[in-house]
Every structure is written in C-alpha cells, then in structure tokens.
C-alpha cells in the first residue's frame, strides 16, 4: 500500500467517493477554535478546519 497524507485504502472502503476534490469527511479531532472540527479530503490528501454547521460524509471505523 503506497498511500500520503490522509489516504484511504481501496481494498478495505471499495466505492469512497474521495476523488472529488470538495468532498470532505468528518473526524472526531475538535479544531482549537470551538466551532470548528478537521476534516479529511482523501481526493486533496489535506485536512482543513471546518465549520461545525456544515453537511460533510462520515467514514465509520472500529478498532478490533
């Protein structure tokens, strides 16, 4: 696996629509600021602060 930044792997999440450079997924990290939270673009291989208010997809994981 040969993935940078924040990455997704194929193989395990088939069908993301991460290529879509304005589709962003939540994370559970609070940014410094108390209305915002990072997100992830695995189309950008950026995180960037968001709005709270704002509609993003979310990626449900589980440690095993």
Known sequence: LNCYGPAIDED??????????????????????????????????ESIAQDKTSDFNVRLVRDL
């Not at 450079?21 to 559970?28: D, G, I, K, T, V």
């Open 12 to 45: 395990v999440f088939p069908s993301t629509p991460y290529l879509e450079f304005n589709n962003y997924y939540w994370s559970a990290t609070i940014h410094a600021h108390i209305d915002r939270i990072w997100t992830l673009s695995f189309g950008k291989g």
